[in-house]
């Protein structure tokens, strides 16, 4: 005959702990309403799905690097008129598909216009999807891919940038990224082109590349793999950041 406890241990056997631990409070929900055990096993089944899938996002939110959680209803789309001719091109990013897709997202604007805030939003929403997600700065992408050089590691860091569902590269353009920088970050946006999708954010038009990377033919190189299959937002105006302090 089975024991609870006998029950307990073969599920912890089978790393099915949150089915071990809710087995006796279950049990006596199924006594208490006269159910049976079909309704046992899915109630316990439905409890342990779920705690795996917030582990899940637990483990995605970790591995993302993101600095904060920020969800898109903080988002003002009152500031600017490109905010709201855009509206719905922003939102409908926020079902995700352009991931499943292998869709690139570029947004361009002036500092404080709002580029950071969507890039964040985004990977929080990615994560909380169980999408394999990781938030990083240009510049900081390429001073680690540098030293992978330096330290023989290259392959193993290129890797870890290549492998992503959705890689959100911040703030490109706001130093020049030199000539190893350029073609370092040719080679991750070259491997992850129609394979996983890469959302940048750059205050610099497209015509203007030329000015971070090392040369015009690197630039374009990159511009032309991103373009082809990519969503392009544009936003304008002065500072929100700016003008969230004027106003406080």
Known sequence: MHTIESIQKNLLKLRLKTMAQQLEPVLKEAEQKNRDAAFLLGRLAELEAEQRWQRAIKLRLQQSRLPEKITIDQFDFHHHSTRKEQKTAILNLFNLSFIDRHTDVIIIGNPGTGKTFLAKA???????????????????????????????????????????????????????????????????????????????????????????????????????????????????????????????
């Open 122 to 248: 985004l990977a929080y929403a990615a994560c909380n999807a169980n999408i394999k997600v990781l938030f990083t700065t240009a510049i900081d992408m390429i001073n680690h891919l540098v030293a992978a050089q330096v330290d023989h590691s290259l392959l193993k860091k290129l890797h870890f940038y290549q492998s992503p569902d959705l890689l959100l590269c911040d703030e490109l353009g706001y130093l020049p990224l030199g000539p190893d920088g350029s073609h370092l970050f040719f080679q991750v946006i070259s491997q992850r082109h129609q394979g996983k999708s890469t959302l940048l954010t750059t205050n610099l038009p497209f015509a203007e590349w030329g000015n971070m990377f090392d040369s015009t033919t690197v630039a374009t190189a990159i511009a032309d793999r991103l373009v082809l299959n990519s969503q392009i937002l544009l936003l304008g105006g002065t500072s929100y950041r700016r003008k969230k302090v004027t106003s406080e």
